[in-house]
C-alpha cells in the first residue's frame, strides 16, 4: 500500500502560482511512477503531468505545458507541481497518484489522493 496525502492548493488570481506537494507512504516510493491528474465539476478527470521513478523523465498534458512543471525528490517521498500563469480554467481538484507503470491514462495508477483544491480567479 502507499498512502498519498496533497497538499499546497488554494485561491490565486488568474496569473498567479501555485506550488502542489504530495507526501508518500508505505512501499518504496521511488519503484513508482508518478502523476498529477485534475477534475473539474462535471468534467471527467484530466491528466496534467507525470514523471518516472526516476525523476529522469517527465511527461505533460496539452493544456499545462509550458507552465506546469512536475518533479520530485525521492529522499522526501514527495513530489511536487508548480503551477505557474494559472487560468480560470485551471480550476479543479488536483490528485496525485502512484503506479508501478503509471504514464497518462488514470487506470495505470494504483494509488490515489484525497485530492487538493485549486480555485483560479479572473
Known amino acids: 500500500q502507499v498512502q498519498l496525502v496533497e497538499s499546497g492548493g488554494g485561491l490565486v488570481q488568474a496569473g498567479g502560482s501555485l506550488k502542489l506537494s504530495c507526501a508518500a507512504s508505505g512501499r518504496t516510493f521511488s519503484d513508482y511512477n508518478m502523476g498529477w491528474f485534475r477534475q473539474a465539476p462535471g468534467k471527467e478527470r484530466e491528466f496534467v503531468a507525470q514523471?518516472?521513478?526516476?525523476?529522469?523523465?517527465?511527461y505533460y498534458g496539452d493544456s499545462v505545458k509550458g507552465r506546469f512543471t512536475i518533479s520530485r525528490d525521492n529522499t522526501k517521498n514527495t513530489v511536487y507541481l508548480q503551477m505557474n500563469s494559472l487560468k480560470p480554467e485551471d480550476t479543479a481538484l488536483y490528485y496525485c497518484?502512484?503506479?508501478?507503470?503509471?504514464?497518462?491514462?488514470?487506470?495505470?495508477?494504483?494509488?490515489w489522493g484525497q485530492g487538493t483544491q485549486v480555485t483560479v480567479s479572473s
Open positions: 497518484a502512484a503506479g508501478l507503470h503509471g504514464n497518462n491514462f488514470a487506470r495505470r495508477y494504483d494509488y
Open positions: 514523471i518516472s521513478w526516476s525523476g529522469h523523465s517527465t
